[in-house]
């Protein structure tokens, strides 16, 4: 099946599984937990932007770090 085929196949909504290989799929974007310590006067302050923006703690740091490195991507080119 050529890939434009496949494409408008799933455009217009119909399943695409039966012409996928499920063996070699792969979900992007995995996600990978990973613990890091901050000092308590850190957390406190992470706390109060988190509230401040209404998102969780957790969201907040995922935004700015991936704030970060997309702007150190950009600067190493």
């Not at 932007?49 to 770090?65: D, F, N, P, T």
Request: net charge negative; proline share 4%; glycine share 2%.
């Amino acid at each position: 099946m050529k890939a434009s085929d496949f494409d408008s196949q799933f455009d217009d909504g119909a399943s695409v599984i039966p012409h996928a290989d499920m063996d070699k799929a792969e979900r992007p974007n995995k996600l990978r937990r990973v613990n890091v310590d901050f000092p308590q006067w850190m957390v406190d302050s992470l706390d109060k932007e988190a509230a401040h923006l209404g998102v969780s703690r957790q969201a907040l740091v995922k935004v700015w770090i991936a704030n970060c490195l997309s702007r150190e991507a950009h600067s190493l080119r």
